[in-house]
């Protein structure tokens, strides 16, 4: 039975359209770049938020309404979830899923029962996923939720706990690659701290890079090829996050030797809850190299949380595309909804909304940023006001041929700096409302 039998595929209409549950900008197979708009975003679904979020507070109980969930912790309700989960996602037209592996299976009283349930709704899984087309862009083990997991999983103090974390990520290393996973995303979840009078950072990151090398070393074993992502998030749930943003995780792997191995995904809500915009750590992770999928929602500025709303604002979208394109797009990341509806918004058509608000904000935001790129006018100026950079004594220090020797001897002869020129951020910012 249809758990959405009110609503008919999504198609496009066009901007003109009145209809709310069309899209107005996303129009998957329209060339933007080269490149159709499905193979830009690579649209995702999250399993969490989704289907399993209930809309509790902590302030009051859930009120999320889901008719065809019956509340219960069972293997036969988890694999009524995946059908309604995958007639969603098909509906919506996303040709991609990610899920947490407490999500769609629940945990048993042992590692075994656990592992067993999993590869029960892994099945489930699989099936929707040859009958729909829609494919796996990640997994993820959820090495946060379960109180064993307190004082964190790889960075844990207790060493039994680590080798469950181990165990866990194993299996669902297992399930991701046995799923076409095109990715595995690892987000910190616990690990990090409250208050270091109590803990030995270095030995906890040493840890962390042991866990990282065991994942890397097992995938290997196996023959899982995804791409192996670390998620930054600065706060919540501990105080310090050991993967607070993009540069922090980029030295991570760099100390502990697995930068060939993970690129990041990078999420909104984590980059402004980390003191960044959106773009600076996608500008960050791009010019290293280590762009590899976005995790797209939307804090809100007057709260201090990761709200995870649905991004609805093209000004950000816009920026956004403008990075993607930038560093020519996510590869095999993709644009993963890591969003929920609000606790109001609590009926099943909510949802539908919700992301067809998300993929038609990029949609417009990848067509704004293309006819930013496509006048050149931003370009231009950027290029123009490094223009001492390429010639004469900029050119000498780019290329390593002056020393400051040469820099003195230049100087002095100089006299004084040549004078600066405007910055002209307000002309720039009205250049970009131009697109809007
Ligand atoms: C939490 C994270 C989480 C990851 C997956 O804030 O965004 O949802 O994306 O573990
Ligand atoms: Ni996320
Ligand atoms: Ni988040």
Redesign the pocket.
């Known amino acids: 039975m249809a758990a959405f039998p009110e609503v008919q595929k999504i198609t496009y209409e066009g901007p003109q359209s009145q209809n709310p549950l069309a899209f107005r900008w996303y129009n998957e197979q329209e060339v933007v770049e080269g490149k159709t708009m499905r193979d830009h975003f690579r649209f995702s679904v999250v399993y969490w938020h989704t289907f399993r979020g209930t809309g509790s507070d902590p302030f009051g109980a859930g009120t999320m309404l889901r008719p065809w969930d019956d509340g219960s912790n069972s293997v036969e309700n988890a694999i009524r979830r995946v059908r309604v989960a995958f007639e969603f996602i098909e509906k919506l037209g996303a040709p991609y899923y990610a899920f947490h592996d407490r999500d769609v299976a629940p945990e048993g009283d042992s590692l075994a029962e656990t592992n067993r349930n999993f590869d029960a709704v892994a099945k489930a899984l699989r099936e929707e996923q040859q009958r729909t087309g829609i494919k796996l862009l990640w997994g993820t083990a959820n090495m946060f939720s379960h109180p064993r997991y307190l004082h964190g999983a790889a960075t844990t103090c207790n060493a039994d706990v680590f080798a469950f974390a181990g165990s866990q990520v194993k299996k669902c290393l297992e399930v991701t690659k046995e799923l076409g996973g095109e990715n595995y995303v690892f ?1 910190g979840g616990r690990e990090g701290y409250q208050n270091l009078f109590n803990t030995d950072m270095k030995r906890e990151l040493d840890h962390l890079g042991r866990f990282m090398h065991l994942a890397v070393n097992y995938a290997k074993e196996i023959g899982f090829d995804g791409q192996f992502l670390i ?1 930054p ?1 600065p706060k919540e749930p501990t105080k310090h996050q050991y993967d607070s943003d993009a540069a922090a995780c980029l030295n991570f792997l760099r100390a502990y030797g697995l930068l060939d191995h993970f690129k990041l995904n990078i ?1 909104t ?2 980059a402004t809850l980390a003191g960044h915009t959106m773009m600076h750590e996608l500008d960050y992770a791009g010019m290293q190299g280590a762009l590899g999928s976005i ?1 797209a ?1 939307t804090g809100d500025t007057l709260l201090g949380w ?1 709200t ?1 709303q649905f991004p609805t604002s093209f000004y950000l979208t816009a920026e956004i595309m403008l990075m993607l394109l930038k560093y020519g797009g996510l590869g095999r990341g993709g644009v993963n909804f ?1 969003a929920k509806v609000r606790r109001e918004s609590f009926e099943p058509i909510d949802l539908f909304h919700a992301h067809v608000g998300g993929m038609d904000a990029f949609a417009k935001g990848l067509k704004i940023a293309a006819a930013i790129r496509a006048d050149g006018e931003l370009a231009a100026f950027v290029k123009n006001r490094y223009a001492t950079w390429d010639s004469g004594i900029g050119a000498q220090i780019e290329s390593g041929a002056a020393d400051f020797r040469a820099l003195e001897a230049y100087m002095l002869k100089k006299g004084e700096a040549s004078p600066n020129q405007s910055g002209r951020q307000e002309m720039l910012e009205n250049l970009i409302n131009r697109y809007l």
Do not use: A, L, P, T
Request: proline share 0%.
């Open positions: 987000w998620e998030k999420e809500n984590h995790d929602n990761d995870d890591d």
